[in-house]
């Protein structure tokens, strides 16, 4: 079969719907577009353990101690069962592990700032965890099957991050003028970095949109930023909080909620490796890495051995 | 400014190009590697086991410890199985034409295929 005959069958699968599997034939630039889209996804979950991991020693209640370590421990499964997902795709554990380690590979800019307050563990689940399930959502039907199913079941858990958040900030809310105080401050410093995470505007992309035809992505940056600027500017409301945005504004003729302007080059800074955390964060996963190496060739020295049959005694 | 850039990405898709950090490749390749292992859980007595995922551990012990922190967290499970992927043989789809064809015309195999009075009732 000719390789147009092959990309046809592949295009009408996508376009019929139906989900492509790992064995399936796939042009080479879907499987290159996934493996760096799932696994920058899987390091996205693992990095973003770091900023929560600072606060569990210090969370203010064994409840919100406990509550910390479930999430933190979820994020460790998300990223394995997305980087499961790529490994479906050809790429292996240790090459992506690899490029994280070495800087080469990106994760989601966003975990590149330092967590300051406790306050911030409610702003990072009700504004970043809120914003990735967005994206994670519309991702449940994205077109490439171990990708979707590995969505599907992080979404399950992530509505649990999302709720903490909001409820910690809610107790917040409801405090004392200086836990108000550092309420309003993480949203402040949470909100525009939150907004930065759907990626740039739309209109700065002069090239074809091959991510949607192919229905990796079905929703564009803008499209789910609106919609996580809608949903924020609602429950804000219910917090008696403000969003640090003075031209956020509901516009009644787009049915939608009007917002200032990003600062782009703060994005692109931190994408860059210049905002606040970067170096540190993977200093961080580097020396988690070289710190575990003896138990991983423990384990593996142990199964070697046990693996060997036992010799009888005379 | 804020069109440096005119290629198009999405969130959890930064081009590589654009990339921070040094960009020399970690050596990669390890020669102690864990092996890949799948999980198959049943969700409760009475249930088929279920292909959930897959990890990678040391050995059988491990992987099912793996599995149960990674793939039961929220009770999802009553029991867990593993097998290495290596030890997985499956289907070519590139062959799934002629593997599944010889079922497609034998529709005297479904129970609707036979039409039957109603004094018949349920059968």
């Not at chain 1, 689940?125 to 199913?149: E, F, K």
């Not at chain 1, 580097?286 to 009888?312: L, M, S």
């Not at chain 2, 599995?67 to 290495?84: F, H, K, N, P």
Request: proline share 4%; net charge neutral.
């Amino acid at each position: 079969m000719s390789i147009q005959d092959l990309e046809k069958i592949f295009q009408d699968k996508i376009d019929n719907e139906i989900k492509i599997e790992p064995k399936d034939w796939m042009p080479e630039a879907y499987r290159k577009t996934n493996i760096r889209q799932i696994s920058q996804h899987a390091h996205s979950e693992v990095v973003g353990m770091l900023p929560e991991g600072n606060w569990i020693s210090r969370a203010p209640s064994l409840k919100r101690k406990a509550i910390l370590i479930a999430k933190v421990q979820d994020e460790a499964g998300h990223g394995l069962y997305l980087y499961s997902s790529a490994e479906t795709l050809g790429s292996s554990r240790d090459e992506m592990i690899a490029h994280l380690l070495s800087g080469k590979a990106k994760y989601s800019s966003i975990f590149n700032y330092p967590t300051l307050t406790w306050a911030d563990m409610g702003a990072v689940g009700w504004l970043v965890d809120g914003a990735a399930i967005l994206n994670q959502v519309m991702l449940c039907r994205t077109s490439y099957g171990p990708y979707a199913r590995a969505m599907v079941r992080i979404c399950k858990e992530e509505s649990f991050h999302q709720r903490q958040g909001f409820e910690s900030l809610l107790v917040l809310s409801r405090g004392t003028a200086e836990q108000k105080a550092m309420c309003q401050d993480a949203i402040n410093r949470w909100w525009w970095p939150s907004l930065m995470m759907f990626g740039p505007k739309d209109s700065e992309s002069t090239n074809s949109d091959q991510s949607m035809k192919w229905k990796i992505k079905r929703k564009t940056n803008d499209e789910l930023r609106q919609q996580f600027v809608d949903m924020i500017a609602e429950q804000i409301k219910v917090l008696g909080m403000k969003l640090p945005d003075a031209d956020l504004k509901w516009n009644e003729e787009r049915k939608h909620y009007d917002f200032g302007e990003i600062n782009w080059d703060e994005f692109w800074q931190v994408v860059k490796g210049n905002g606040p955390c970067n170096k540190q964060r993977l200093a961080a996963r580097n020396k988690a890495h070289d710190d575990g190496e003896w138990v991983r060739e423990a384990a593996i020295a142990y199964a070697e051995k046990k693996k060997q049959p036992k010799t009888q005694a005379a | 400014m804020n069109n440096r850039f005119f290629r198009k990405f999405y969130y959890g898709d930064i081009p590589e190009d654009n990339a921070g950090g040094n960009m020399e490749v970690a050596k990669a390749g390890n020669a102690h590697a864990w092996p890949l292992w799948e999980v198959f859980v049943r969700s409760k007595q009475g249930l088929d086991h279920k292909h959930v995922g897959s990890l990678h551990a040391a050995d059988a012990t491990m992987a099912i410890e793996n599995a149960r922190d990674v793939y039961t967290r929220r009770q999802e499970g009553v029991s867990i199985w593993v097998v290495e992927s290596k030890f997985i043989t499956a289907s070519n789809p590139d062959e799934a034409g002629e593997l599944y064809e010889p079922a497609a015309d034998k529709i005297y195999r479904h129970p609707t295929f036979y039409e039957l009075p109603d004094e018949v009732g349920h059968m």
